[in-house]
């Protein structure tokens, strides 16, 4: 067997099963398009609150009229941080016509989930789950996990995995107010 002498010329011999390029198309198709499991509900949440990263409590009453993506992740979780970056951005586009975030941290230390957020310039409100989250939402079983709110304070979406801005679009567009 003869080794190639160059890179160039390794890829030129190259040449791959049609198994091993469907394997590969399988692989990237699931990096940019993260499974997830969406349940469709339509149930009114009873009253929660949350006390921010920076002291601040937010109440449900305060978020009525909004679209609210409830995201539940932890920093050590590579599928949340891999999903951070399409929320902050859809977020960026969307919190002008009713859309917000509250991420719900499983981490231990506040101070860690602050650090994470601030080194990565994440604007949305963070706070740490609480047993009285777990209450409202349900038991969350794997991380990520997100629940979308209508504007009424109603659960209309419950995401097992990862989201990003194209499922974002599709579950939270039509649930924002017309444009005029």
């Known amino acids: 067997m003869s080794f190639p002498k160059s890179l160039p010329e390794a890829l030129r011999r190259f040449r791959p099963s ?15 398009r993260p499974p997830a499991w969406v349940e469709d509900e339509s149930r009114p949440l009873p009253a929660f609150s949350a006390r921010l990263m920076d002291g601040r409590v937010m109440s449900s009453a305060e978020l009525r009229g ?12 590579p599928w949340c941080k891999k ?13 002008g016509r009713g859309f917000t975030v509250l991420a719900l941290s499983t981490d231990d230390s506040p101070e860690q989930v602050k650090r994470y957020l601030m080194e990565k310039g994440y604007s949305f409100d963070a706070a740490m789950m609480a047993p009285e989250h777990a209450a409202v939402f349900g038991e969350v079983k794997r991380l990520p996990t997100s629940f979308i709110i209508d504007p009424e304070g109603r659960l209309r979406h419950r995401i097992a995995g ?19």
């Open 66 to 77: 909004k679209v609210v993506l409830i995201n539940v992740w932890a920093t050590w979780c």
């Open 162 to 180: 990862q989201v990003y801005y194209g499922r974002l679009e599709e579950l939270v567009v039509p649930l924002l107010p017309m444009r005029h």
């Open 83 to 95: 999903e951070m970056p399409g929320i902050e951005s859809f977020y960026r586009d969307y919190r």
């Open 18 to 32: 049609w198994s091993t390029l469907l394997l590969l198309a399988l692989i990237a198709w699931v990096w940019f």
